[in-house]
């Protein structure tokens, strides 16, 4: 089973920038979709981003279209989520999943269900 690692989590001011990594370890990304997902305190998780490894296609949730960025490093094995304009409202602890995917389309990426490994989750904070 594939162990994802994020990093890169911290407190930045409102309109900064911050870039989260998912690392993996046992398995490769070849063929899996990986997303970003957020919870902030009191809340539901929430789909961020994700990204097909093989066929590189992207996806963003409304809120963050524009401002978040996210993208794939086959030597490092890693996605990244570059995170530009960041608002208070983004404040939230961000975990990476992954779930293996052959056609490489990201139709239902949104859904929690559909992923079989997830990372402990990086704090990111925004003050106002």
């Known amino acids: 089973q594939v162990r994802l690692v994020e990093s890169g989590g911290g407190l930045v001011q409102a309109g900064g920038s911050l870039r989260l990594s998912c690392a993996a370890s046992g398995r490769t990304f070849t063929f899996y979709v990986v997303s970003w997902f957020r919870q902030a305190p009191g809340q539901e998780r929430e789909p961020v981003a994700a990204i097909s490894w093989s066929a590189g296609s992207t996806d963003y949730a409304d809120s963050v279209k524009g401002r978040f960025t996210i993208s794939r490093d086959n030597a490092k094995n890693t996605v990244s989520l570059q995170m530009n304009s960041l608002k208070a409202e983004d404040t939230a602890v961000y975990s990476c999943?992954?779930?293996?995917?052959?056609?490489?389309?990201?139709?239902?990426?949104?859904?929690?269900?559909?992923?079989?490994?997830w990372g402990q989750g990086t704090q990111v904070t925004v003050s106002s």
């Open positions: 999943a992954a779930v293996p995917r052959l056609s490489g389309r990201l139709g239902g990426w949104q859904e929690r269900s559909m992923y079989e490994a």
